[in-house]
């Protein structure tokens, strides 16, 4: 028994039409999310980047604002104004504390915490060097300037010298600006303000630029003081006078060169006889020791004019996050991301929907040819559309194949309705033509011929109620013994003439839920063909059994039996196993398909199976009558004024 196939119809998962649809789906959500997440990638690297730029950038500028007030002054008695205004301007909060945490001035909510660890320490006797803008070498901040700051008239006379001095460089073709240290000492630098002046005519080279005031020798002196006894630890000269003095934006104090020099050949030694790298390692180590001393000693000196060392702290605060900003750079990424994804989008569905549509294609080509040419698709694949076009191929060869039984039955027909018509035709202009005279055999000849013409109309219209539907059934419990002894009594005549011996067998005595009249019919078209294909001396047996819910009936012969190529077609209409349409040995072709409608009406199943040489049988499965309970079902009579036999009767003169 053939297997109903499942939704896949047995076709490989991979190439079914429902698996290739998902995977160009994912195809193309994965190239989306690819897309999509390079672009998120690239798109929020940079908003990160320049947050961060951002941030680093409002750091340096808040630690330099409060390193320029540590350094101009001397506590920080002050500095809430210019906490809370640096807070306002960047959105981060700011707050200052000493060493031990005790704070100073916060932006934020009395009683907030305080972040874990401090963002950096504002000092600006030791300030970062690489980060804080305008910072000395030394870590000093420029605008510290203490004891330098230069008295009102002190900077006037300077900004005299300054200004005649721009003149001298203007004679003489070089362009300057006048700019002033945090102290208000003037210097030169170039016109555009980059670049120091390191040209200087000669005429304009007098040096009262350069030289100190009163009160920057005052404070030149005291550092002086405070270097010396580092200057006597180092090695250097303990003699040495005051500190050279490098005017301009830096404002830088260096150490004597002549403590340099004597500690330089100290190390060399009086006889001399170093090496060049052992004069150059001499000379470094007695410049950087100098240096330190001048430096320890200016911060010594300037202590006093500065606030104390304080640690900073720096939080998120309320400021608004960063936005996307639609840079035509962030345009471009995302028109071309989108341009990306649209391009293999229309790729992959222009190549999956070719794929699809092609045999839909050549199917629809192919219905609408005529219906005569019967055209065939050709199966290219193994999935849904390829069962559609091996569906569509059946479908074609079924309907050619109805086609041609149509013709076939409109050629037999006619045959079986010409045969006697032309016979009682015959007769009857014989007769007419007083050649015959009309007597008891002429006439019983034309009466079988008639007969023969009802039969063929009989079984006609019996089909065509079947195929319509209309078929009308008088359905009543029918005892299955009665029914096959009815019918043996009705054929035993022909089959004793016939030479065949015609028995029941219908031991248990079922009840079937069946039309009597129709079910004598389909019995009395299994049992005339079967002795009609049965030799002399053969044997025609009629049993009957319950199966479960349905009632078994078969017709069993010791016939020729039938072809196994002639087997499936047994029970089509005009069908006869002699080709020669003989009406010795068979009938009109239309017994068994009447058979068969009629038992499908009834919702049962007819099947037939033989061997040549030894027989066939027809085997009949017929629904069971529901009450099958009673005694008289057991003994094979029918119950109910319907099942009587003038009832039965009169329904088979119908």
């Known amino acids: 028994m053939r297997k109903k196939a499942g939704p896949g119809g047995g076709i490989p998962l991979r190439k079914r039409l429902l698996v290739r649809l998902l995977v160009a789906s994912v195809l193309i959500a994965g190239c989306s999310v690819a897309a999509t997440a390079w672009l998120a990638v690239q798109t929020t690297t940079s908003a990160l980047r320049q947050e961060q730029g951002q941030d680093l950038a409002d750091d340096v500028a808040i630690l330099a604002r409060l390193s320029g007030y540590a350094a101009t002054h001397r506590d920080w008695k002050g500095v809430a104004a210019t906490v809370r205004g640096l807070a306002a301007q960047t959105g981060r909060r700011v707050a200052l504390t000493t060493a031990d945490r005790t704070l100073v001035a916060d932006s934020a909510p009395p009683g907030s915490p305080l972040p874990p660890s401090p963002a950096a320490t504002v000092d600006p006797l030791h300030t970062d060097t690489y980060t804080q803008r305008g910072a000395q070498l030394s870590g000093i901040d420029p605008r510290a300037v203490g004891p330098y700051a230069l008295p009102a008239g002190e900077r006037r006379q300077l900004d005299q010298v300054a200004a005649k001095r721009r003149s001298c460089f203007a004679a003489n073709g070089v362009p300057t600006t006048v700019r002033h240290t945090p102290g208000g000492r003037p210097y030169l630098v170039s016109d555009d303000g980059t670049r120091g002046v390191t040209e200087v005519p000669e005429e304009c080279a007098d040096g009262a630029l350069n030289t100190p005031t009163a009160t920057e020798r005052r404070a030149l002196d005291d550092v002086t003081l405070r270097a010396r006894a580092c200057i006597r630890r180092a090695g250097l000269d303990p003699d040495l006078g005051a500190l050279e003095f490098e005017p301009g934006a830096g404002g830088r104090y260096l150490v004597s060169r002549t403590a340099v020099r004597y500690y330089y050949k100290g190390a060399l030694g009086a006889g001399g006889g170093a090496t060049d790298e052992a004069r150059h390692e001499a000379r470094q180590k007695a410049q950087q020791k100098a240096q330190q001393c001048a430096d320890d000693a200016y911060r010594d000196q300037l202590d006093p004019y500065v606030a104390p060392a304080a640690q900073l702290f720096l939080g998120g605060g309320d400021r608004a996050a960063t936005r996307f900003v639609m840079s035509p750079a962030n345009k471009a990424k995302i028109i071309g991301a989108a341009g990306l994804v649209l391009a293999v989008t229309v790729a992959v569905t222009a190549v999956v929907a070719g794929r699809l549509v092609r045999p839909l294609r050549a199917l629809t080509e192919a219905a609408r040819q005529p219906p005569d040419q019967h055209v065939r698709v050709p199966v290219t694949t193994r999935d849904e559309t390829g069962l559609l076009a091996q569906a569509f191929n059946a479908l074609t060869e079924r309907r050619e194949r109805l086609e041609a039984q149509r013709k076939a039955m409109v050629s037999d027909i006619a045959h079986e309705l010409r045969s006697p018509l032309t016979n009682i035709r015959g007769w009857l202009e014989v007769a007419r033509d007083g050649l015959v005279d009309p007597d008891p055999a002429l006439l019983s000849s034309l009466h079988d011929e008639a007969l023969v013409l009802q039969r063929v109309i009989d079984d006609l219209q019996d089909l065509a109620a079947a195929d319509a539907g209309t078929l009308r059934l008088h359905r009543e419990p029918l005892g299955a013994r009665d029914l096959l002894d009815q019918v043996a009594a009705a054929h035993r005549v022909a089959a004793r003439a016939a030479g065949v011996t015609l028995r029941t067998d219908c031991a248990d005595g079922p009840c079937l839920d069946a039309d009597p009249v129709r079910m004598r019919q389909v019995l009395g078209n299994l049992v005339s063909n079967a002795v009609r294909h049965t030799p002399a001396d053969g044997t025609v047996a009629l049993a ?7 009632v078994v009936l078969t017709v069993a012969d010791t ?79 029918r119950t109910g004024e319907a099942g009587g036999p003038r009832s039965a009767a009169s329904r088979a003169g119908k």
């Open 544 to 550: 009957a059994h319950r199966d479960g819910d349905t």
């Open 559 to 637: 016939g020729t039996g039938i072809a196994p190529d002639d087997l499936p077609h047994v029970f089509d209409r005009f069908w006869r196993a002699e080709k020669s349409r003989s009406r010795r040995t068979g009938g009109s072709g239309l017994g068994l398909a009447i058979v068969r409608q009629l038992v499908e009406a009834h919702g049962g199943t007819a099947a037939a199976a033989s061997e040549p040489g030894a027989g066939s049988v027809f085997t009949l499965r017929l629904p069971a009558a529901p009450d099958e309970t009673g005694p008289g079902a057991r003994d094979g009579v």
